[in-house]
Every structure is written in C-alpha cells, then in structure tokens.
C-alpha cells in the first residue's frame, strides 16, 4: 500500500523560513516524479513544484519561484519543500504527491499524473 507523509508545516511569520518533508513507501521511489501541490480555502488545489526521479530536473510554480527549492533524497524516499521569504498568500494545505509518469513542464503541473498523494499538512502565514 502506498503511504506519502507529510509533515513540518505549521505557524510562521511573514518573511519567515519552512522546510516541510514528505515520506514515502509502498512505491519505487526513485521511479517517480515527486510533486508538491497546495489548497487554500474556497480555492483549487494548485501546483507548487515538481521534481523528477534523479532529482536533476525541478519546475516551479511562477509564484514561488525563486523563494521554494524542492528537493529529494532518493536513500530516505523523502522529498522536501524548502520555503522561503513566505507570504500571507503562501497559507494552504500543502500536499505531496508521487507518480511515474514522464515530467516535462506542461505534465508535472496536472494534478491527474499523479497516483499517489498524502493527507496534507497546514501551512500558516501570519503576524
């Protein structure tokens, strides 16, 4: 059965820095493109980041580019999502999810690539 796990979010202040982790089993880890993806309320579940099996290659949402590295460590089946510089706007579930698909720029952002996803964990940005 595959499992992703989040875990890391919580309260921070604008500005501020969050590193949020996913774990994975029950899939072949390094087989898959790990994806980041975030819902805030009364909102679609939007695209955050992707990065593919090797890790050599990274998309990113023109929202958060340049301030949230994606990550991962193919040892741990793990992938993280370093968040920098956060913003009020920048508050939402954030989810991980996993799928072995071929990533290219247009396929890494549809939320129907992926077949596994975690429950979520609740990022908040705030004063």
């Known amino acids: 059965q595959v499992q992703l796990v989040e875990s890391g979010g919580g309260l921070v202040q604008p500005g501020g820095s969050l590193r949020v982790s996913c774990s994975a089993s029950g899939l072949t880890f390094n087989e898959n493109t790990m994806g980041w993806f975030r819902q805030a309320p009364g909102k679609e579940r939007e695209f955050v980041a992707a990065?593919?099996?090797?890790?050599?290659?990274?998309w990113y949402a023109d929202s958060v580019k340049g301030r949230f590295t994606i990550s991962r460590d193919n040892a741990k089946n793990t992938v993280y999502l370093q968040m920098t510089s956060l913003k009020i706007e920048d508050t939402a579930v954030y989810y991980c999810?996993?799928?072995?698909?071929?990533?290219?720029?247009?396929?890494?952002?549809?939320?129907?690539?992926?077949?596994?996803w975690g429950q979520g964990t609740q990022v908040t940005v705030s004063s």
């Open positions: 990065i593919s099996w090797s890790g050599s290659s990274t």
């Open positions: 999810a996993g799928g072995h698909f071929i990533p290219r720029a247009i396929t890494v952002r549809r939320l129907n690539e992926y077949g596994s």
